[in-house]
């Protein structure tokens, strides 16, 4: 029961067990569904790859919890009270975002973004005093990030599939968009490795090292300590949220929905949930579906990466009309509360269950 092929020479495996033993079996979104089938088809020699009886209901996070309480007082104002049960009719809550007025949605993030800023400022003090680093470089904790700058996030468990190290490759073109003079880029980073992965490790100090180099310090933080209260303060405050899985490893991935009920933009690979939620108008893409190598794939997705990001992402967060409002981007955000909220929820991944699983 616990071996693919029934051959006596092969050990006992958990998962094929659990797939001969359990009425149903589904992947946490539609292509790791794809992927299961293909990976476990040998268990059903007789069947196409399409057949395999492994479905898929896609992963979602819960919005009451997530939110802001500054965007939740917005909602229930220009939406409704019943905002949360409106997020559950994606054409009544898409609908009742678009009421929201540009400068009330702009300026609701922008505090939450000083929000965000303050608390950079002061875990990163506190992290450097408790380090004992030089007094200089902990002076420069009271003064570093800005919160009119293009902020985005990265936050996640250090594990290689998810490569933390795709941003480092070209470090000279990474620090002008850092520092670029009229529209710079700021980065804040958050994770933890697994105490026995020492790759994971060593690229968790590569970072490290990074962030302490003066061209770029004052505009990049790694928040140690990740646990939930980093990951709303972080969800919550910056402008974009980027992810960079090497296809087609993210099962799911949940941070980036996170990052939809507060109005913030994904800027991640076609992988996971994002394969499913991104339609070209609500956040960005990097790379394509190519089938690579790899060596490959690390470089296309890092061209991708740093061409977007300086082509698309940052000139429309700069775009500013007569009144600084950036009535592209804000075009964006609502698009993406209007579009993710109601299909990556916690209220339609139980539902789902229900009705086609349980």
């Known amino acids: 029961m616990g071996r693919v092929d029934g051959e006596q020479a092969e050990s006992f495996g958990l998962t094929p067990l659990a797939l001969r033993m359990c009425r149903s079996t589904n992947g946490v979104s539609r292509k790791h569904g794809e992927v299961s089938r293909a990976l476990w088809q040998k ?52 609908y009742g975002v678009e009421k929201i007025s540009n400068r009330e949605l702009w300026e609701a993030h922008s505090l939450l973004k000083q929000r965000l800023v303050a608390f950079v400022r002061d875990h990163s003090f506190d992290a450097r005093l408790a380090r004992g680093e030089n007094e200089e470089h902990i002076e420069a904790a009271r003064t570093m990030f800005d919160p009119e700058i293009l902020t985005i996030g990265f936050a996640r468990r250090v594990a290689g599939y998810k490569r933390w190290d795709l941003l480092l490759i070209d470090r000279d073109r990474l620090a002008k968009l850092i520092n670029d003079r009229s529209r710079p880029v700021q980065f804040v980073f958050a994770g933890k490795a ?37 990951a709303r303060q972080l969800v919550q405050g910056v402008d974009v949220w980027m992810n960079v899985p090497r296809r087609p490893q993210e099962a799911s991935g949940t941070s980036g929905q996170k990052i939809a009920i507060n109005g913030g933009l994904n800027f991640s690979v076609l ?9 070209g108008d609500n956040g960005f893409a990097i790379g394509d579906l190519s089938e690579v190598s790899d060596v490959e794939m690390d470089q ?6 740093y061409r977007v990001l300086a082509e698309e992402v940052v000139p429309r967060f700069y775009d500013r009309d007569e009144q600084r409002m950036p009535r592209r981007w804000i075009a964006m955000m609502k698009r993406s509360i209007g579009t993710l909220v109601p299909r990556f929820s916690s209220d339609r991944m139980v539902a789902e269950y229900v009705e086609r699983i349980y």
């Open 271 to 279: 992988d996971g949930w994002w394969l499913e939620g991104y339609d």
């Open 43 to 94: 268990m059903w020699p007789d069947r196409q790859t399409n057949e395999v009886p492994i479905t898929s209901v896609t992963n979602g996070v819960h919005p009451a919890t997530w939110v802001a309480p500054l965007l939740r007082r917005v909602y229930e104002q220009q939406v409704g009270e019943d905002w949360i049960e409106r997020a559950r009719d994606a054409g009544a809550w898409s």
């Open 194 to 230: 697994h105490p026995q992965d020492e790759g994971a490790k060593a690229v968790l100090q590569e970072l490290i090292d990074w962030q302490r180099d003066t061209s770029v310090r004052q505009r990049v933080a790694f928040i140690e300590d990740y646990d939930q209260e980093i």
């Open 300 to 305: 296309q997705d890092s061209e991708s990466m």
